[in-house]
T-cell receptor
Framework: AQSVSQHNHHVILSEAASLELGCNYSYGGTVNLFWYVQYPGQHLQLLLKYFSGDPLVKGIKGFEAEFIKSKFSFNLRKPSVQWSDTAEYFCAVNARNYGQNFVFGPGTRLSVLP | KAGVTQTPRYLIKTRGQQVTLSCSPISGHRSVSWYQQTPGQGLQFLFEYFSETQRNKGNFPGRFSGRQFSNSRSEMNVSTLELGDSALYLC????????????????FGPGTRLTVL
């Protein structure tokens, strides 16, 4: 069975600080990887995704993530956070050829202080 | 295109009742998935439908069921409600073009907040 872990439950940063949110998964086969964000009072939105190719993927709002297959990791990064990045971030994994069954991590709450 | 819509947005029921939630996917999307989101368990996959067929099912009791109509709209039903069923139920649609093992991005709706008293 697949599982996804996210390293931090709650991260607090000041504006302009750099961000890295960890995501690790356990599954031995080929996976598709996603980061979703849920802003306060809003629904889940896709930040970025990795299906294949360049392991460094860029998403919206200046976010990027790097897939490291040997470490089963897909960490999310942003060089300089803004107050508007305050949200909950979810890593999700889907095993190839397994249908639309996404396994989500528990989420990391990011609070950016102005 | 309009996003995924879910109705109702809020629902209050009592234990033992049943409830039906509705989801309209993004136009052209044929895959619809349902998730339960709670503070304790996070986001958990319920089931996925493609072309009116259930393709995948999560680890939930049989009280949770769903269906998909020919226009891709989907409903989820929970019978004999329990207090623990209180949650945000999310629907997601995908622009999958085939029903094989393909995977594609899921686009989420705002959810239906179910409270069981």
């Amino acid at each position: 069975a697949q599982s996804v872990s996210q390293h931090n439950h709650h991260v607090i940063l000041s504006e302009a600080a750099s961000l890295e949110l960890g995501c690790n998964y356990s599954y031995g086969g080929t996976v598709n990887l996603f980061w979703y964000v849920q802003y306060p009072g809003q629904h889940l939105q896709l930040l970025l995704k990795y299906f294949s190719g360049d392991p460094l993927v860029k998403g919206i709002k200046g976010f990027e993530a790097e897939f490291i297959k040997s470490k089963f990791s897909f960490n999310l990064r942003k060089p300089s956070v803004q107050w508007s990045d305050t949200a909950e971030y979810f890593c999700a994994v889907n095993a190839r050829n397994y249908g639309q069954n996404f396994v989500f991590g528990p989420g990391t709450r990011l609070s950016v202080l102005p | 295109k309009a996003g995924v819509t879910q109705t109702p947005r809020y629902l209050i029921k009592t234990r033992g009742q049943q409830v039906t939630l509705s989801c309209s996917p993004i136009s052209g999307h044929r895959s619809v998935s349902w998730y339960q989101q709670t503070p304790g368990q996070g986001l958990q996959f319920l089931f996925e439908y493609f072309s009116e067929t259930q393709r995948n099912k999560g680890n939930f009791p049989g009280r949770f069921s769903g269906r998909q109509f020919s226009n891709s709209r989907s409903e989820m039903n929970v019978s004999t409600l329990e207090l623990g069923d209180s949650a945000l139920y999310l629907c997601a649609s995908s622009p999958l073009v085939s029903g094989g093992g393909g995977v594609d991005t899921q686009y989420f709706g705002p959810g239906t907040r179910l409270t069981v008293l």
